[in-house]
């Protein structure tokens, strides 16, 4: 797993100067840091998947929340050779139009997929 213990340990992976993290970054620069767009880092501050602050309407993203975020991203959850249960009864799968249940709606909440 990454784990970053100094502004300078995040910037070294992320590629960019420390003094570029210092201080935070608007939703703007955290968005082309991470390489994924304004409204997706948006969602996903108020989702609680990253943390931030506001300043009036400011989003500040600190480094350690976009630390945070990253740890989180690039865990692995499972070895190799484990495999995660499917999401549907394989018997399911002949079905014409098959429905989501709840309880496959709260794994795929688990597994980050929605």
Request: charged fraction near 30%; avoid cysteine.
């Amino acid at each position: 797993m990454t784990e970053f213990n100094t502004i300078g340990e995040l910037a070294d992976f992320l590629g960019v100067e420390p003094e570029t993290l210092r201080g935070g970054l608007n939703l703007t620069e955290g968005a082309e840091i991470l390489g994924i767009g304004v409204s997706t880092l948006r969602s996903l501050g108020l989702g609680g998947r990253i943390g931030f602050r506001r300043a009036g309407r400011r989003w500040i993203f600190g480094w350690r929340d976009i630390a945070a975020y990253i740890e989180r991203e690039h865990q692995t959850p499972h070895l190799e050779n484990e495999h995660l249960p499917p999401l549907r009864d394989s018997r399911e799968s002949s079905q014409r139009s098959p429905q989501l249940t709840e309880d496959d709606v709260r794994r795929a909440r688990e597994h980050g997929l929605i």
